[in-house]
T-cell receptor
Framework: KQEVTQIPAALSVPEGENLVLNCSFT??????LQWFRQDPGKGLTSLLL?????REQTSGRLNASLDKSSGRSTLYIAASQPGDSATYLC???????????FGKGTRLSVIA | DVKVTQSSRYLVKRTGEKVFLECVQD?????MFWYRQDPGLGLRLIYF???????EKGDIPEGYSVSREKKERFSLILESASTNQTSMYLC??????????????FGEGSRLTVL
């Protein structure tokens, strides 16, 4: 059964720092991987979707990479801002039409 | 933009009441999902549906049922609410087929408190 792990569970950094959030999964035969952001008391907002044939995706200051063979994905946030403070979750899709398997997220605090 | 709308952001109900949580998506997505989210437990899948009138149990279906009479609408039903069902409920939808299969879009969530 696929398991997704995100370490660390919480992270606090000063404003302006570049940072990396980690996501690992146990079964490398994934279809897609998706990164989300969640603000307190709100739903999840999709940040990036990486298809299994891709190595990375970029959106603004965010860059997500995927290494299927090692079962890892990273979300790189450049020049962090206080507005980036949120919980970041990753999720994988094992096959074309099965529910995503979620990690428990990393709670990020960016201190001004 | 994809929009997933949950009818109620906050609800307070009493033990034993029947509760309906409604979710509507406007992007003609085939797949719809209901999750609950609790501190320390993460997101847990309750039910999902790949088509109208179809439903599949997720990881924690006990105490819940669902209805999907129209493609755009997926309802979660608590037949007799209990205090352990106090939680944040999240609805999501995704397209089936193609390269973007599985890309999930969420609603804003419904915070349910059962007294």
């Amino acid at each position: 059964k696929q398991e997704v792990t995100q370490i660390p569970a919480a992270l606090s950094v000063p404003e302006g720092e570049n940072l990396v959030l980690n996501c690992s999964f146990t079964d490398s035969a994934i279809y897609n991987l998706q990164w989300f952001r969640q603000d307190p008391g709100k739903g999840l907002t999709s940040l990036l979707l990486i298809q299994s044939s891709q190595r990375e995706q970029t959106s603004g200051r965010l860059n997500a990479s995927l290494d299927k063979s090692s079962g890892r994905s990273t979300l790189y946030i450049a020049a962090s801002q206080p507005g980036d403070s949120a919980t970041y979750l990753c999720a994988v899709i094992d096959s074309g039409n099965t529910p995503l398997v979620f990690g428990k997220g990393t709670r990020l605090s960016v201190i001004a | 933009d994809v929009k997933v709308t949950q009818s109620s952001r906050y609800l307070v109900k009493r033990t034993g009441e029947k509760v309906f949580l409604e979710c509507v998506q406007d992007m003609d997505h085939e797949n719809m999902f209901w999750y609950r989210q609790d501190p320390g437990l993460g997101l847990r899948l309750i039910y999902f549906s790949y088509d109208v009138k179809m439903k599949e149990k997720g990881d924690i279906p006990e105490g819940y049922s669902v209805s999907r009479e129209k493609k755009e609408r997926f309802s979660l039903i608590l037949e007799s609410a209990s205090t352990n069902q106090t939680s944040m409920y999240l609805c999501a939808s995704s397209v089936a087929g193609g390269e973007l299969t599985g890309e999930l879009f969420f609603g804003e969530g419904s915070r349910l408190t059962v007294l």
